[in-house]
């Protein structure tokens, strides 16, 4: 039972070996680049960025909420 499982598990290794190097061959063929991602501009240097965070409220801050039992 377990030569079937190792059987079928090289053939399908086998099988995408063969898809992958396939692929490769034909878009070397047709001058297609690999998959790449979309272009995005690269990053200026020295340029501010936003930040998304926003600044704490004091008055909503957890010290102010501080209580403690009174029959310590």
């Not at 598990?9 to 998959?35: E, F, N, Y």
């Not at 200026?44 to 930040?51: K, L, S």
Request: net charge negative.
């Amino acid at each position: 039972m377990k030569n079937w499982i190792l059987a079928l598990l090289i053939a399908l290794c086998a099988a995408l070996a063969v898809a992958t190097l396939r692929a490769a061959a034909q878009s070397v063929m047709t001058g297609a680049p690999p998959d790449q991602a979309p272009n995005t501009p690269a990053p200026v240097t020295g340029a501010i960025h936003d930040d998304p965070t926003v600044a704490p409220d004091k008055r909503q801050s957890a010290d102010n909420n501080i209580s403690f039992p009174v029959d310590i």
